[in-house]
C-alpha cells in the first residue's frame, strides 16, 4: 500500500534533486556505448556545487547603566546632608526608588538613620543601636508625653499637616509619641514585656534599638477636641480619616497598615506616622504601596532573628 507523503514533509535538498537525473543519464550513456562497442566515453563533469552563504556576525554593545551617584547635583546635595535635595537630584521620588532597588545608587544605604529614606524593621536595626539624631525640635502640637520632639522637618511637615487638617474641617491633631531614646525605648518595651510577655510585646511595641521613633522620623497622633482619644481609636476618628488620605501630601505614610503585619511584624497602627520625605511619600503612594519594605524591595521582617 502506497503512503501519501504529508504535505509538510522535508523536500531532499535541490543538489540532491539534480544529482540523481544526471547521475542516471551518465549510467544509461555507459551502458549504450558498450552495446554499441564504443570503448570509452568522454566522463561527464559535473557542476561544483554553490558555496554556503556565510551571513556576518552580529555583535550586541553592552550598555552599562547611568550611575545617579556620580551626578555632580547628587554628590553636592549628600554634601550638604540636603536628603530632599538628593532624591529631587535622582529625577524624584520614583527614579530615586528605582535605582536603589535596581542596586545602582551605591552611595545610598538603606541602613543609615541619619537618612530619611532608612529602613527600620525586626531585621534592620538603627546602625548603631544607640543612634541619636544630631538636632530635634519641638512640635507646636499638644503632647500628652514628655517625647514631644521630632527632626526639624518632620516637625515642620507634622505642623503643616496639622494646620491644614483643621482649616479642612477634620479636627485638631495631638502627638502622643515622638523621638524616643534608645533608653526611653527600653523602658517602654519592657513595661510591656511585664504586662503581655515577650511575645505580645514583639507585636505592639519595638525592641530598644529597633524603633522607628528612636530615628526621630516617626510619631503617634491622637485626635483632640475637648480632650484627646486614645491612641487605639485614632483610626476611627475623622483626623484619623483626613491623616490617612492626605499624609503622603507632607511627606508622611502610614508605616503599619491593616493586612501586612506579616511584612512589618507589627499588629495595625493607623496612629504611627512616618516622614520620607514629599518626593518619596508621593512615589510611595502614587506607586500603591503600603510597606517600606516593599517600596524598597527588601524581605518581610516578621519577626527577630533571635
Given at each position: 500500500?502506497?503512503v501519501t507523503q504529508p504535505r509538510h514533509a522535508v523536500r531532499a535538498p535541490l543538489a540532491v534533486r539534480v544529482a540523481t537525473p544526471i547521475g542516471v543519464l551518465f549510467t544509461a550513456a555507459a551502458s549504450l556505448a558498450t552495446l554499441m ?270
Amino acid at each position: 500500500m502506497s503512503v501519501t507523503q504529508p504535505r509538510h514533509a522535508v523536500r531532499a535538498p535541490l543538489a540532491v534533486r539534480v544529482a540523481t537525473p544526471i547521475g542516471v543519464l551518465f549510467t544509461a550513456a555507459a551502458s549504450l556505448a558498450t552495446l554499441m562497442g564504443i570503448s570509452a566515453i568522454e566522463p561527464i563533469e559535473l557542476p561544483a556545487p554553490a558555496a554556503a552563504m556565510v551571513l556576518p556576525g552580529v555583535e550586541l554593545a553592552e550598555t552599562t547603566a547611568a550611575n545617579p551617584c556620580v551626578d555632580d547635583d547628587v554628590t553636592a546635595a549628600l554634601a550638604a546632608g540636603d536628603d530632599a535635595a538628593v532624591v529631587h537630584a535622582f529625577g524624584g521620588g520614583s527614579e530615586f526608588r528605582e535605582a536603589v532597588v535596581a542596586g545602582n545608587a551605591p552611595c545610598v544605604t538603606l541602613d543609615d538613620p541619619k537618612y530619611i529614606w532608612v529602613v527600620v524593621n525586626k531585621m534592620r536595626p538603627l546602625q548603631p543601636e544607640s543612634f541619636a539624631p544630631a538636632s530635634l525640635t519641638g512640635i507646636g502640637l499638644y503632647a500628652s508625653t514628655g517625647s514631644n520632639e521630632l527632626r526639624p522637618a518632620a516637625t515642620d511637615a507634622l505642623e503643616a499637616m496639622a494646620a491644614d487638617a483643621a482649616a479642612a474641617g477634620a479636627g485638631t491633631l495631638g502627638i502622643n509619641n515622638g523621638y524616643r531614646s534608645y533608653h526611653v525605648q527600653q523602658r517602654t518595651y519592657g513595661t510591656h514585656v511585664r504586662e503581655l510577655g515577650q511575645s505580645g510585646a514583639d507585636a505592639i511595641s519595638a525592641r530598644p534599638g529597633y524603633s522607628e521613633h528612636q530615628s526621630g522620623l516617626a510619631f503617634d497622633l491622637i485626635a483632640c477636641a475637648s480632650g484627646c482619644s486614645s491612641l487605639e481609636q485614632f483610626g476611627d476618628t475623622s483626623q484619623g480619616r483626613w491623616v490617612a488620605e492626605n499624609a503622603w501630601k507632607y511627606g508622611f505614610i502610614v508605616r503599619y497598615e491593616r493586612g501586612h503585619t506579616g511584612t512589618t511584624g507589627y499588629l495595625p497602627e493607623p496612629w504611627h506616622i512616618r516622614y520620607v520625605g514629599v518626593d518619596l511619600a508621593a512615589a510611595y503612594h502614587q506607586g500603591g504601596f503600603h510597606t517600606l519594605e516593599e517600596f524598597f524591595g527588601l524581605p518581610d521582617a516578621p519577626d527577630y532573628a533571635h
